[in-house]
């Protein structure tokens, strides 16, 4: 069996998780993790390259189904290349091939970068995360010592002193840029970007609140997690196509946290009930989670159902017409039954029978103009009914 070994690197936005050697049992936990934090720490997605990869199980394969569940769920995305021989085979007899795109070529998704730099670069993603965000604070000269010195000057100075404001404010103007930086990691998910520059401010501010430089950590370490924290509870809470439940949403993420070990123990995807038992909580509550997992994003009216003859917008019904009859013909029920009997006997056979109004005439014994005026002085009386209903 040939050792597991994955390494992580963050190009344009896009995390790439390079894998080698068997992905087996034993590689599972590995893959979970990487995955997990790989979602967390991309806005733009995840490509796993499995170039190197001659083998892949179940356990793993339950591991990469639940990553497209958790994808699906943050508006991102997780793909394959480089599958080949029997990892493709497997991924096809499964049903994964497909949704994971691993028919795409290798040459579509970021460059590899060469064996040396991931020999000597075998970083978790959230390393590798964290050291891009603080080239982007060099890149902006911001230093990180010089906003944690400002903070540590402002504390130090008694409550009330009115350099205390200054120090915060040129705190907050120095690490603003890079803030603005991670919420810009975050765009072109369905959230308006003015918006995300916004709660990554508000994430600025509690992290420059809640920084105790006591702890012996730098202020970036405190900050970064802070601002993302932020940014992916934004989405978390208000992503949603439609509102649901803030107590669904928990349960949600608890399924799908216990959904990988379930899959390996049982070799087979879990039921609600499964999930239910593991968890300890209502079968009823696992079944409201997983249904309100379909409301994040909504979908196309223009997606081909069936043979693909039709779309899903055609199957949908439309208000039928004969309600506001039936609520028009109830209004008017009781006028009619207080009309006289011949004025009754001429709107049945004008609108029953559909005659003329010179058969009617014929058929009751009157002129025709003698009917034309009952009629309209009818419907003129059966529409002010109508209309004081409304």
Not at 334 to 358: C, G, H, K, W, Y
């Amino acid at each position: 069996m040939n050792r597991p070994a994955l390494h992580t690197h963050l190009i344009d936005g896009v995390m790439l998780v390079v894998a080698e050697g068997d992905l087996d049992l034993a590689a599972s936990s590995t893959v979970r993790t990487a995955l997990r934090e790989s979602l967390h720490s991309a806005p733009c997605g995840v490509v796993l390259d499995l170039t190197d990869v001659t083998l892949i199980d179940a356990a793993v394969l339950g591991i990469l189904a639940a990553a497209l569940g958790n994808a699906e769920e943050q508006g991102t995305s997780v793909r394959v290349v480089g599958a080949t021989g029997t990892v493709l085979d497997v991924l096809e007899i499964v049903g994964l091939a497909k949704r994971l795109k691993a028919y795409a070529p290798r040459d579509e998704a970021p460059p590899r970068p060469s064996r040396a730099c991931c020999t000597l670069h075998a970083r978790s993603p959230r390393e590798v995360m964290h050291d891009v965000i603080e080239a982007g604070l060099d890149s902006l000269a911001v230093s990180n010592e010089t906003i944690g010195q400002l903070l540590v000057e402002a504390a130090s100075l008694p409550e009330g002193d009115a350099r205390r404001g200054p120090l915060r404010e040129q705190a907050i103007e120095l690490a603003l840029p890079a803030a603005h930086q991670m919420a810009s990691r975050y765009r072109n998910r369905g959230e308006n970007e003015d918006d995300l520059r916004q709660v990554a401010a508000l994430g600025l501010l509690k992290a420059i609140d809640g920084w105790d430089p006591a702890r012996g950590h730098g202020f970036s370490d405190y900050a970064i997690p802070t601002v993302l924290g932020e940014l992916r509870r934004h989405f978390r809470d208000r992503g949603w196509a439609m509102r649901v439940p803030r107590r669904l949403k928990e349960v949600l993420l608890e399924t799908r946290r216990v959904n990988d070990q379930l899959t390996q123990e049982l070799g087979r995807s879990p039921e609600p009930s499964d999930l239910a038992n593991t968890l300890g909580l209502p079968t009823e509550s696992v079944e409201a989670a997983l249904e309100a997992a379909q409301s994040y994003r909504p979908r196309s009216l223009s997606v081909p159902v069936g043979d693909g003859s039709a779309e899903l917008g055609d199957l949908v019904g439309a208000p039928d017409p004969g309600f506001e009859q039936v609520d028009n013909w109830n209004s008017i029920t009781d006028v009619i039954a207080a009309l006289p009997e011949r004025t009754q006997r001429i709107l049945a056979l004008r609108f029953t029978r559909d005659l003329s109004q010179a058969q009617i005439a014929a058929e009751v014994g009157l002129s025709q103009m003698h009917v034309s005026r009952i009629l309209n002085q009818t419907l003129a009386t059966l529409r002010a009914a109508i209309m004081a209903t409304d």
